[in-house]
């Protein structure tokens, strides 16, 4: 089953507003989590390192206003996109590290159409 | 910095041959080695992946993969391959020092003909 979650798996939003992406580990406490983008037919880009009970760490070229990252809890990482705009549209997937194995899980990964 | 490349944008294989995907990966220490599947509109799933120990590693659904650190490769392979396996393919590496983060490759397009 599932270690990593992701919730919506998919989202539809208008222009201007903004929207809340979550990662939960479900069964194990995940001190680093990662948020990654991928656009249609491309593959997949770093876009941010999120630590709990610290500031994310943001790849270049990544808009930090734009893309917060909450790492609130050892569990619980959110994404969310703000003021999002059509071109902001793609899939946003995060992942987790299990530190005492060195594992790293994937959430489902969200969809989202900004419209 | 960490680097992946997968030569191969396509590939078309008939159903029931043989399939292998290349990945070559830029790194200077011992890497984090992943196979990830993800079909149309779906997540990613993992194939397989290599930290250390044998560098033959046997995945998920048939398939495996051979670390050669000598050809800093890292390919990917099915003897027979399945409708079901079309999907898009990436390989991805990472590594403790780099605070696991994975960089992926630019991702294979399987066909299968029947």
């Known amino acids: 089953g599932a270690v990593v979650s992701q919730h919506p798996s998919r989202v539809i939003c208008k222009s201007g507003t903004s929207v809340k992406i979550e990662c939960r580990s479900l069964?194990?406490?995940?001190?680093?989590m990662f948020w990654y983008r991928q656009f249609p037919k491309k593959s997949l880009m770093l876009m941010a390192t999120?630590?709990?009970?610290?500031?994310?760490?943001?790849e270049q070229g990544v808009e930090k206003d734009k893309f917060l990252i909450n790492h609130a809890s050892l569990t619980l990482s959110t994404l969310t996109v703000t003021s999002a705009h059509p071109e902001d549209s793609s899939f946003y997937i995060c992942?987790?590290?299990?530190?005492?194995?060195?594992?790293?899980?994937f959430g489902e990964g969200s969809w989202l159409t900004v419209v | 910095a960490q680097s992946v490349t997968q030569p191969d944008i396509h590939i078309t294989v008939s159903e029931g041959a043989s399939l292998e995907l290349r990945c070559n990966y830029s790194?200077?220490?011992?890497?984090?080695l992943f196979w990830y599947v993800q079909s149309p509109g779906q997540g990613l799933q993992l194939l397989l992946k290599y930290f250390s120990g044998d560098t033959l590693v046997q995945g998920i659904k048939g398939f495996e993969a051979e670390f050669k650190r000598s050809q800093s490769s890292f390919n990917l392979r099915k003897p027979s391959v399945h409708w079901s396996d079309a999907a898009e393919y990436f390989c991805a590496v990472g590594s403790k020092a780099a605070g696991n983060k994975l960089t992926f490759g630019g991702g294979t397009r399987v066909l299968v003909k029947p």
């Open positions: 999120s630590n709990e009970g610290s500031k994310a760490t943001y």
């Open positions: 992942s987790a590290v299990r530190d005492r194995v060195d594992t790293i899980y």
């Open positions: 069964d194990f406490q995940a001190t680093t």
């Open positions: 790194y200077g220490a011992t890497p984090y």
